[in-house]
């Protein structure tokens, strides 16, 4: 599992003992853009706590350099160490670990997994209206330019499997806040991979801020038309690499 994190202090350590309590077992990269908040120093502890039982790693990067970097950062590290699934997952429990095992169990048909807000209606508690409506309309508008089969294209919970980021060209993704979990998505549609989505209900975070800003607004509403118009190049060069 790929936790990126910057200013968790609140959450991380419970965070953490939530997951590992769970009844499947995976272990955690905790991606730290160093945190001024010692988040960074909380998850280095953590490494060391009995409680960790080996099960936790730390990767720390000198700036906070933004979601989709931290992720790529993770997938690199989970590969090089044989991993061959990898959990996307946010430390601030609006993703509720307990919904761990449906995501392992729908691994078993997929390729990817997506934890889904919208599978079933409209799972989100704690919302305003404003950002409801927000996140709903974000995703209608990417289904309607990408083409995307997915009821909920910027989850940030989901599983893939190691084929899927070995096959995806990872160095040349230049999505980097919400819209990355789009851009993913779309390569993997785009690549023939089997996307699957599993219920989910979505908290707002129990402590901290919200990272959503209006540079993260606007890069969700231009790279979706980016990834449409760059859609042939992007076929062409997935076929290479798996020819490869």
Known sequence: MVVPTYNEADNIEKFVEAVLKQPVRVDLLIVDDNSPDGTGRLADALVLSPSGGGRVHVLHRTAKEGLGRAYLAGFAWAMEHGYEAVVEMDADFSHDPLYLQSLLEAAGEADVVIGSRYLNGISVINWPLHRIL?????????????????????????????????????????????????????????????????????????AGESKLSKGVIWESFVMPLKLRWREGTLKKRMGRLEKT
């Open 134 to 206: 927000l996140s709903w309309a974000a995703n209608r508008y990417v289904q309607t330019v990408t083409r995307l089969r997915v009821n909920d294209c910027t989850s940030g919970f989901r599983l893939y499997h190691r084929r899927v980021l070995e096959a995806l060209d990872l160095a040349s993704v230049r999505s980097n806040g919400y819209s990355f979990q789009v851009e993913m998505t779309f390569r993997a549609q785009l690549a023939g991979f089997r996307i699957a989505e599993v219920p989910i209900i979505f908290t707002e975070r129990r």
